[in-house]
């Protein structure tokens, strides 16, 4: 059964950082690309980014510079560490494990995060 469990969300205020942690069950993962999604209010769910099994990163354009993905194979655990938030980063958090360049059909709960200006 997959498991794909986020945690490290939280209230912070413009200018300050989070760590989000997924810790993942279920899966061979040290085999596959993970990612990061997020899904703000009225929008639809987005990739922020993504690590491979080799561990090269890839960022969206909007987190550049700011946000860094990493991957502990041992622990089946991919974390995202998160500078510099702004408002415009408030949404609910995700990890997943890609197939093919696509989410799979696994979902956790989710972590929200909350950027206050």
Known sequence: ????????GGL???GGSLRLSCATSGIIFSIYTMGWYRQAPGKQRELVARISNGGTSVYAD????RFTISRDNAKNMVALQMNSLKPEDTAVYYCNYLIRNSPSQYWGQGTQVTVSS
């Open 1 to 8: 059964q997959v498991q794909l469990v986020e945690s490290g």
């Open 62 to 65: 909007s987190v550049k510079g």
């Open 12 to 14: 912070v205020q413009a």
